[in-house]
């Protein structure tokens, strides 16, 4: 982080992670700063890499996206190139909605959205399992989403 955020910057911050599309004087009304002031700490938050783009949340459960699956990866090679070649591979399949590193029993967790446990399924035979060193996998279904965020808590952030 390039400054400190402030009681201003977070305010602002929660109200976009909020509405991306709230007008500059409606976000000024709410911040309790005028227009120019504003815009130019969205600016500087751009700039300074903290706010990194806008963008439309979509809801995976209308779009029949709502299967989800935990996989634990196990490589049989973690030297430096084979972590490169698996996070490369991993990056091209679209069923992948995020991919960790993992520092424990396992070297990745991988969250998979499909629209079913049979799409799961050849997810995992045809592509997942194909990953560059995969020598193991466990799968979790979750059951039901509880929390599920697109942006860190502003709350959290201390200047």
């Known amino acids: 982080m390039k400054s400190?955020?402030?009681?201003?910057?977070?305010?602002?911050?929660?109200?976009?992670?909020?509405?991306a599309r709230m007008p500059i004087t409606q976000l000024s009304v709410r911040v309790g700063l005028?227009?120019?002031?504003?815009?130019?700490?969205?600016?500087?938050l751009e700039d300074?890499?903290?706010i990194t783009g806008y963008r439309a949340v979509l809801s995976t459960?209308?779009?029949?996206?709502?299967?989800?699956?935990?996989?634990?990866?196990?490589?049989?090679?973690t030297r430096e190139k084979s972590l490169r070649d698996f996070n490369a591979a991993a990056k091209l399949v679209p069923e992948i909605a995020e991919c960790?590193?993992?520092?424990?029993g396992y070297d990745y967790l991988l969250k998979v959205r499909t629209?079913?446990?049979e799409a799961y399924r050849a997810v995992m035979?045809?592509?997942?399992?194909?990953?560059?060193?995969?020598?193991?996998t466990s799968t979790y279904v979750a059951m039901e989403t509880v929390v599920e965020q697109t942006n860190p808590p502003i709350s959290t952030i201390t200047s």
């Open 48 to 50: 300074d890499g903290i």
């Open 4 to 19: 400190a955020l402030d009681s201003f910057d977070r305010k602002i911050l929660d109200l976009l992670t909020t509405d």
């Open 125 to 136: 035979g045809q592509r997942i399992s194909a990953l560059p060193h995969v020598v193991s």
């Open 34 to 44: 005028s227009k120019t002031p504003v815009a130019a700490r969205i600016k500087r």
């Open 61 to 77: 459960t209308q779009l029949g996206l709502s299967h989800v699956a935990f996989v634990e990866v196990k490589l049989a090679d």
């Open 100 to 104: 960790h590193m993992i520092a424990g």
């Open 115 to 117: 629209t079913n446990i």
